[in-house]
């Protein structure tokens, strides 16, 4: 069953030391295109977090976004050299002003640089990372049912659609009886034209009926859309990436749709019922297409 490459998943774990929160979202994309969102925390583990994602999706946009609160002490340093010097220096420019103020310590700890807040320690790192790879695990396994159900949906979708397409076709295959006489009784008022020339050369006579029963004779089209379409139900059942395929398989469909419409203009009320059943085909096709485009 196919999958979509539209899902979401929403994941969070708890322990003594820190609350990570992790969700997942996927759009359609024609390649895989990882975007992150990690905390300073944890963009150490951003390689790891990609190759667990590349094992387990192969096409779709995803954005992942993570949330760390963590708990217990922390140990936050400030660096007292450049406090210092950020003072001294106020000071001076005070001085030099002519001004009566004191720096004010809210605005000096906003000062880039001044204060650090310490990493995890490799205990606390390595558990981090061991959270971080579990929850996208969790994530993953959440987004791809839900990447399964709508597949899903858009396979019956699919299906649908085929069916509408094979009776239009059988409605065309029993149309074309009718427009076989009609060409055949064209053909018979080309020749007598042709022959009450005075003079007629036997060869352009075969290349005008040769042409006239090319230009009209749908059967191959005919015969290609259904080989097609009977291809469709097989291609959404096979396991691996189906979009791209089936995209290719679509565009086949619609060029053999249009040269039928093409060769059934003009011939009377029966070409007409034709071209617009080719027309209704065409139109079955493209809205295949756009459901496609979302499955990987």
């Known amino acids: 069953m196919p999958h979509s490459m539209t899902g979401f998943a929403r994941v969070q774990t708890e322990t003594p030391r820190f609350s990570l929160t992790l969700s997942l979202k996927s759009v359609n994309h024609r390649f895989l295109d990882v975007q992150m969102r990690l905390p300073a925390e944890l963009e150490a583990f951003e390689m790891s977090a990609r190759q667990a994602i590349k094992k387990r999706i192969s096409r779709g946009a995803l954005q992942l976004s993570a949330g760390l609160e963590q708990r217990g002490p922390v140990s936050v340093r400030i660096q007292r050299s450049l406090a210092e010097g950020y003072v001294a220096a106020y000071r001076d420019l005070a001085r030099d002003c002519g001004l009566a103020a004191e720096p ?12 650090t807040v310490a990493g995890p320690d490799q205990d606390a790192a390595g558990e981090l990372e061991q959270a971080l ?3 996208i695990e969790r994530a993953i396994e959440q987004l791809c049912q839900a990447r399964s159900r709508e597949g899903a949906g858009i396979a019956e979708e ?19 009886e009718g427009l076989s006489r009609l060409l055949a009784e064209r053909l018979a008022q080309k020749l007598s034209e042709l022959l009450k020339m005075a003079a007629v050369d ?5 290349q005008e009926a040769a ?3 090319e230009r009209s004779d749908i059967s191959e089209e005919l015969q290609r859309l259904r080989a097609h379409a009977g291809q469709l139900r097989p291609l959404l ?3 691996g990436q189906v979009g791209k395929r089936l995209d290719f398989l679509l565009q086949e469909m619609g060029r053999e749709a249009n040269t039928l419409v093409a060769k ?11 071209s617009d059943l080719g027309l209704a085909v065409k ?3 493209e809205k295949i297409r756009e459901q496609a485009m979302n499955l990987e």
């Open 104 to 115: 004010d310590l809210n605005a000096l700890l906003r000062l880039p640089g001044l204060v």
């Open 133 to 135: 790879l579990a929850a």
């Open 158 to 176: 699919i299906e649908r659609r085929r069916q509408a397409i094979e009776a239009a076709l059988g409605r065309v295959e029993t149309l074309r």
């Open 202 to 206: 036997p060869k352009r006579l075969l």
């Open 211 to 213: 042409l006239l029963a």
């Open 237 to 239: 059942d096979s396991p």
């Open 264 to 274: 059934t203009s003009g011939l009377g009320q029966t070409g007409l019922e034709i």
């Open 283 to 285: 139109a079955e096709i």
